[in-house]
């Protein structure tokens, strides 16, 4: 079954926002970090995968924190031809002011590298920006968002490509909206392929 990826930042509220997305009661953090390994739930036809969560977490090694990066990075590499599409998840609230900070301090942020590194291997990605509850400007705050993963502001130029979202209130019909649509474009990117491999052999 081809694979929706859910990634971003430990505390960002994946799992919060997979369990409205399903229903499935999948544990949530108190704690950041509770979601170690990929955890698989299914949804349509298609399975979505809850990636361990990125950045920093209290008790967890620097080191630590690198390997789950380097972890999820080879899972995308050599799972890239199965999966649909990915989510990446951020918090609204706090996204601007965290990628401000690594660019400040001249790196690039996991974030942004990551984003890039799914677009490089031709894998759709959805932004889901999350605890839009928290942020007061939401326009300015998505403009914000989409400017520093490349989107020229406006956001509601990338509708498709950006989604406010709080999982935590039950509001996520954007993202489901915005799912839909890419997931029935992989279906019938499946049934061409299904189609060329006959024509082939
Ligand atoms: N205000 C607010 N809090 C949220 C939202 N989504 C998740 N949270 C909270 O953020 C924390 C981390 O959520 P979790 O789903 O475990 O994050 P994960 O580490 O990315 O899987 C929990 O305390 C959630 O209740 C949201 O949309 N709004
Ligand atoms: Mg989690």
């Given at each position: 079954?081809?694979?929706?990826?859910?990634?971003?930042?430990?505390?960002?509220?994946?799992?919060?926002?997979?369990?409205?997305?399903?229903?499935?009661?999948?544990?949530?953090?108190?704690?950041?970090?509770?979601?170690?390994?990929?955890?698989?739930?299914?949804?349509?036809?298609?399975?979505?995968?809850?990636m361990?969560?990125?950045?920093?977490?209290?008790?967890?090694?620097?080191?630590?924190?690198?390997?789950?990066?380097?972890?999820?990075?080879?899972?995308?590499?050599?799972?890239?031809?199965?999966?649909?599409?990915?989510?990446?998840?951020?918090?609204?609230?706090?996204?601007?002011?965290?990628?401000?900070?690594?660019?400040?301090?001249?790196?690039?942020?996991?974030?942004?590298?990551?984003?890039?590194?799914?677009?490089?291997?031709?894998?759709?990605?959805?932004?889901?920006?999350?605890?839009?509850?928290?942020?007061?400007?939401?326009d300015?705050?998505l403009?914000?968002?989409a400017?520093?993963?490349?989107?020229?502001?406006?956001?509601?130029?990338?509708?498709?490509?950006?989604?406010?979202?709080?999982?935590?209130?039950?509001?996520?019909?954007?993202?489901?909206?915005?799912?839909?649509?890419?997931?029935?474009?992989?279906?019938?990117?499946?049934?061409?392929?299904?189609?060329?491999?006959?024509?082939?052999?």
């Amino acid at each position: 079954m081809k694979e929706i990826l859910f990634v971003g930042r430990s505390n960002v509220g994946k799992s919060t926002l997979i369990r409205a997305l399903t229903g499935k009661k999948i544990p949530v953090g108190k704690h950041p970090g509770v979601t170690r390994k990929p955890l698989r739930i299914p949804y349509q036809d298609f399975q979505i995968v809850d990636m361990p969560g990125f950045g920093f977490m209290s008790g967890v090694s620097d080191q630590g924190q690198e390997a789950i990066k380097d972890n999820i990075v080879h899972y995308i590499e050599s799972n890239a031809g199965n999966i649909a599409l990915a989510v990446m998840v951020v918090n609204a609230s706090s996204f601007a002011q965290i990628v401000d900070r690594w660019t400040e301090r001249g790196e690039i942020p996991v974030e942004v590298e990551l984003f890039e590194f799914l677009h490089e291997l031709n894998i759709d990605v959805i932004v889901a920006a999350n605890k839009i509850d928290k942020v007061g400007d939401v326009d300015g705050t998505l403009d914000g968002i989409a400017q520093r993963l490349g989107m020229t502001p406006p956001w509601r130029q990338w509708l498709d490509r950006i989604v406010p979202v709080s999982a935590k209130k039950r509001n996520i019909g954007r993202l489901k909206e915005a799912m839909q649509k890419r997931l029935e474009q992989a279906r019938k990117n499946d049934g061409v392929n299904v189609l060329k491999s006959f024509m082939y052999f």
